[in-house]
């Protein structure tokens, strides 16, 4: 699996993808959000605010994918 890269995207970013590439991303973000809880009960985690970061990637990519299935 690959490493998750603490970086938070904007709305633009969806802007362009459809509803099954933002069903892939959000079972990305889920599973690293999993992994970066388990991570953080043995304390491997030295960034604390990806585990908000994550939560927040998640949001938007819900919200885009409300917004397609909208139209």
Not at 4 to 20: E, G, L, Q, S, V
């Amino acid at each position: 699996m690959k490493e998750y890269i603490p970086t938070t995207m904007k709305m633009n970013d969806f802007a362009n993808k459809t509803i099954a590439d933002l069903a892939k991303m959000l079972g990305e973000k889920r599973e690293a959000l999993r992994v970066f809880r388990f991570g953080a009960a043995g304390s491997k985690s030295k960034n604390v605010k990806e585990g908000r970061m994550i939560n927040k990637d998640i949001a938007r990519i819900m919200t885009a994918m409300t917004a397609l299935s909208a139209k």
